[in-house]
């Protein structure tokens, strides 16, 4: 058997102009506070340590308002933009024609994942889609991944496994749960340092089938 795991924001599809706009609605909300730019928000989100309520609202914790209105405001806002980077839905067509195993694993709520997913209507060829809500400890925790290898039953003596995602969070989650990855450069990040660096969602079929 094998089994490809995907990141989704900055992997699969590009949701950084609808994040950018829940993120600038509540700071203009409830802070009053200039809006920030999709880049900015895009290097906080990928940072490996952050404290990202005090880098977008300028609190040390998330407030209960703030996310309260946020997953109200980015529930409809979602669907507004996201895109499938160019060769994704090829790709993960052609995995699954082949029978490799597919499933999603993100640091996003899983609700809005599969909204997104289906919105952009790949949802129905992913086994699981798991989100950071679904476990204790989000990537580069690798419990996220523990939970879709579980489903599959997956045997490392048998089965080959790999998560493909676009930062250092998912790289050490695959690390973390001894299996192998690959770094996309398509997305949010397009600079590289690791074993293996794939510049084109095809170059997965090279390496998995």
């Known amino acids: 058997m094998k089994i490809v795991i995907f990141d989704m924001d900055g992997t699969l599809l590009d949701s950084k102009k609808d994040i950018t706009i829940s993120i600038n609605y509540i700071r203009e909300l409830h802070y009053n506070l200039?809006?920030?730019?999709?880049?900015?928000?895009?290097?906080?989100?990928?940072?490996?340590?952050?404290?990202?309520?005090?880098?977008?609202?300028?609190?040390?914790?998330?407030?209960?308002?703030?996310?309260?209105?946020?997953?109200?405001?980015?529930?409809?806002?979602?669907?507004?933009?996201?895109?499938?980077?160019?060769?994704?839905?090829?790709?993960?067509?052609e995995l699954v024609a082949s029978g490799v195993k597919i499933s999603v694993a993100t640091n996003a709520p899983t609700p809005f994942a599969s909204r997104m997913l289906k919105h952009l209507e790949v949802d129905?060829?992913?086994?699981?889609?798991?989100?950071a809500d679904k476990v204790r400890v989000s990537k580069p925790d690798p419990q996220m991944l523990h939970e879709i290898l579980n489903h599959y039953g997956f045997d490392k003596e048998r089965d080959e496994a790999w998560m493909v995602g676009d930062n250092?969070?998912?790289?050490?989650?695959?690390?973390?749960?001894g299996i192998g990855s690959m770094f996309a450069t398509w997305g949010f990040t397009p600079e590289a340092d690791h074993e293996i660096v794939i510049f084109e969602?095809?170059?997965?079929?090279?390496?998995?089938?």
């Open 124 to 131: 129905e060829m992913f086994d699981v889609i798991i989100g």
């Open 34 to 93: 200039p809006p920030l730019s999709e880049e900015f928000i895009v290097e906080a989100i990928n940072m490996e340590v952050r404290n990202l309520p005090k880098m977008f609202y300028g609190t040390e914790l998330y407030e209960d308002k703030d996310r309260d209105v946020f997953e109200i405001h980015y529930a409809l806002q979602c669907t507004q933009n996201p895109y499938l980077y160019n060769g994704v839905k090829e790709t993960l067509q």
């Open 201 to 209: 969602p095809k170059e997965i079929l090279d390496i998995v089938l």
């Open 168 to 177: 250092s969070k998912d790289m050490l989650s695959a690390q973390n749960a």
